[in-house]
């Protein structure tokens, strides 16, 4: 190989390395923000409690009830790639729920939660385990803020998963969760990283 074809080379790796490095010199700049809010109405959480089922949300999420409204999770966001009107990416969230039987003495903790941009669902992997499960997904009458608008909302039912109510009936042992139940509302607010 001659000089030229040498320092040809050298640079083009040079400039292959600076392209690489580029997006990790932007996780200097304002980190991903916003929170993932799921409200139970009222009549779901005195469905839930009739029936021995309560849920609660783990550190770093918080948790409010209203007599308005019903009880709140609000989880939040930790980082992510979405781009929600482009049904694209997924928000990481901090925090997680907890759901316990009080007929059963059955409990079940979950981390690790996320907001997918493609499905429109809350996923979360139970403790003891490294598969998510969809716990929610929006469902009918969800708005959404236009593509470019910062920070990018979602706001709609929330809908317990097929595979939420399976996994959520088989670990609890219970029959109290239905696939498509409707839980309430979801509303997500992300702004992404800068």
């Known amino acids: ?15 292959a390395a ?9 996780a200097t ?3 991903a923000s916003g929170s993932v809010t799921l409200t139970a109405t009222n009549a779901f959480v005195d469905s839930a409690l009739h029936s021995g089922i309560a849920a609660v949300p ?7 009830y209203s007599n308005t409204t019903g ?16 049904f694209y990416g997924s928000i990481t969230l901090g925090g997680g729920l907890a759901f316990a039987d009080a007929f059963t003495g059955k409990i079940v903790c979950f981390h690790d939660v996320a907001f997918g941009g493609d ?12 598969t998510p499960v969809t716990l929610f997904a929006l469902g009918n009458n969800t708005i959404g803020s236009g593509n470019g608008v910062v920070p990018e909302t979602l706001t709609g039912d929330a809908d317990v998963d ?8 088989q670990a609890l042992h219970t029959t109290f969760f239905n696939a498509n139940q409707v839980v309430g509302s979801l509303s997500v607010s992300y702004t992404p990283a800068s």
Do not use: E
């Open 29 to 31: 700049g304002t980190p």
């Open 1 to 15: 190989m001659n000089r030229i074809a040498i320092r040809s080379a050298a640079a083009a790796a040079a400039l």
């Open 58 to 64: 783990l550190p770093s999420a918080t948790g409010s």
């Open 162 to 169: 097929p595979a939420g109510a399976a996994y959520l009936d």
């Open 119 to 130: 499905t429109q669902s809350l996923t979360a992997v139970p403790d003891g385990s490294t």
């Open 18 to 26: 600076t392209a690489f490095a580029l997006p990790a010199a932007s």
């Open 71 to 86: 009880a709140t999770a609000t989880f939040p966001v930790t980082g992510g790639n979405a781009v929600l009107a482009r």
